[in-house]
């Protein structure tokens, strides 16, 4: 296993296993004793990452820390460090009391707190890396840390998918596709006659005797990853969807006596209209995720069609290889980070609609790429105007893919590691040995 790899790798088994030794319920407590679950919660994991990095982990030359969490671990970190004559490196990928600030308030006393922790045990770091220039600039000026810009690179699975993976991807997702729980929309199986074991014919794709082709009146697919929580308004896609479909409407000319079974009989029989419809694909789990659904259900659009899924590691990367553009409704906590999950549409080619913040056009480029949106108005327009035409007459959209091929094909993350890691770990570890 490569070394960035493998550093990752152990990292997040260590951090799974503290998440083990931790009641998952703590919520049912009493309120009243909250306070003192927050502090006992770093305690007990500080004692078990300490006696981890102390005891079990043979010595190494540096120990590479991903922040946040923040609280135990940076203090954990050091003082092993400390223990074991190690150097001790962090990588700075957001701030650890932002990210607790949105469920306490940035006032909380526990939130102030939680930032000395911080800011005081970074300082103390023998070298940085951050995710951002935006942050770098940051740690530089109000921290008094120096960091070397690293950026997120997608691993080599992410990539564009074969037409083959495509039509055997969508064969074994046909029954969740085309076969929703309490919905008929456009994409279901009543409309388009797809059955559920079907392995000629899926929404997208056809296979006719060794030939597999795309359908040239398919839904254009689009894919989004949410954690389903407050801080990603998943409320503004939902807004899109239904001003997409009632524009579409409008330029089409139809009226609200359309019959929807009408209009899918003739999307069934190949007919294509200048506008496709869409099918949104949500992937992810989290608590908000059942009261979406329930509103989804009530939609009622008729060119455009919602599922959520979790699947395997797996297929989703063959899902954002497969997909036509991807929404990422991500916004930092901090204002300087970057949503791993658009490095990995990259990864893919998948061109990405992006909620707008402060530092995301150093991951999306504007028109080369994606675009950006801070309003569901604003989304619904970029899908009115990349689908327009769609699947051979959309040139914005495949000039944003071209862009998001290019950076996907160019960028990897062993070769930023190589130029910007691995120099300064190599010189933080030259002096920790002098």
């Known amino acids: 296993m490569p070394f960035p790899s493998l550093v990752r790798h152990l990292w997040k088994w260590t951090l799974l296993h503290m998440e083990m030794q931790w009641p998952k319920h703590s919520h049912s407590f009493p309120k009243i004793l909250y306070p003192l679950m927050l502090l006992l919660k770093p305690i007990t994991q500080f004692m078990v990452l300490l006696w981890f990095l102390c005891v079990k982990v043979p010595p190494p030359d540096a120990f590479i820390v991903q922040n946040p969490p923040s609280v135990p671990t940076l203090v954990a970190v050091k003082w092993a460090s400390s223990w074991r004559k190690s150097a001790f490196i962090v990588d700075w990928h957001n701030f650890g009391y932002t990210l607790l600030g949105l469920s306490l308030g940035r006032r909380s006393l526990f939130v102030s707190i939680y930032r000395w922790f911080e800011k005081h045990y970074g300082q103390m770091a023998n070298g940085s890396l951050c995710v951002t220039r935006a942050m770098q600039h940051e740690l530089t000026q109000n921290w008094g840390i120096k960091a070397t810009v690293l950026y997120d690179q997608p691993p080599e699975f992410f990539r564009p998918t074969l037409l083959e993976e495509k039509h055997k991807l969508f064969c074994r997702l046909n029954r969740y596709l085309c076969h929703p729980l309490d919905v008929r929309d456009c994409v279901s199986s009543e409309t388009t006659g797809i059955g559920v074991d079907d392995q000629n014919d899926t929404l997208f794709t056809t296979q006719i005797g060794t030939d597999i082709l795309l359908r040239p009146n398919r839904p254009a697919l ?181 862009g998001a091929l290019e950076m996907g ?26």
């Open 222 to 402: 689009v894919v989004s990853s949410t954690s389903w929580t407050p801080d990603e308004d998943f409320g503004i896609l939902l807004e899109a969807a239904v001003m997409y479909d009632r524009r579409v409407a409008a330029l089409l000319d139809e009226n609200d006596s359309t019959d929807d079974g009408v209009l899918w009989k003739e999307i069934s029989d190949g007919k294509q209209y200048l506008y496709p419809r869409l099918l949104f694909i949500i992937t992810g789990k989290g608590p908000e995720k059942e009261k979406y659904e329930e509103k989804i259900r009530r939609l009622n659009l008729k060119r455009v069609a919602f599922r959520t899924m979790w699947l395997s590691a797996e297929d989703y990367p063959l899902l954002l290889g497969s997909a036509d553009l991807g929404v990422c409704l991500h916004t930092s906590s901090s204002g300087l980070d970057l949503p791993m999950k658009v490095v990995d549409m990259f990864g893919c080619g998948l061109p990405v609609c992006a909620v707008s913040f402060s530092c995301i056009e150093e991951l999306v480029k504007v028109e080369k790429n994606g675009l950006l949106f801070s309003s569901s108005s604003e989304l619904a327009d970029e899908l009115l105007m990349l689908f327009r035409g769609f699947p051979d007459e959309c040139d914005s959209l495949k000039s944003l893919k071209n």
């Open 409 to 434: 094909s160019s960028a990897r993350w062993a070769t930023e590691w190589e130029e910007h890691a691995k120099p300064l770990i190599s010189e933080v570890i030259s002096r920790n040995l002098k």
